[in-house]
Nanobody
Framework: QVQLVESGGGLVQAGESLRLSCTASGRTFSSYAMGWFRQAPGKEREFVAAINWSGGSTSYADSVKGRFTISRDNAKNTVYLQMNGLKPEDTAVYYC????????????????WGQGTQVTVSS
């Protein structure tokens, strides 16, 4: 069992930056593929970014490519999402997710989910 706790959300103005963190319990974090998803009010949860177990491979949704960066620190059991150039359409609850896998997973095929952190971008 893996528990995920997100942090770093908040209210910012358009164009500003935020860094989200997701810390996992357990001693095998480096064996997990990690992902970030988001869900805006009235919309389905959507993929944002993913990173493989080593951090050597990443993928992004087209809507955030070039603005968001996913990274991980396996020594700290933490995955990050650096969000630059935020737009009002980035407003959503952001969730991190984990799956025991060495693959890069860009779908919702994750086993563990955090509770989410709210990101609100004002225009």
């Amino acid at each position: 069992q893996v528990q995920l706790v997100e942090s770093g959300g908040g209210l910012v103005q358009a164009g500003e930056s935020l860094r989200l963190s997701c810390t996992a319990s357990g001693r095998t974090f480096s064996s997990y593929a990690m992902g970030w998803f988001r869900q805006a009010p009235g919309k389905e949860r959507e993929f944002v970014a993913a990173i493989n177990w080593s951090g050597g491979s990443t993928s992004y949704a087209d809507s955030v490519k070039g603005r968001f960066t996913i990274s991980r620190d396996n020594a700290k059991n933490t995955v990050y999402l650096q969000m630059n150039g935020l737009k009002p359409e980035d407003t959503a609850v952001y969730y991190c997710a984990a799956r025991w896998s060495r693959e890069l997973i860009s779908t919702r095929a994750y086993d563990y989910w955090g509770q989410g952190t709210q990101v609100t971008v004002s225009s």
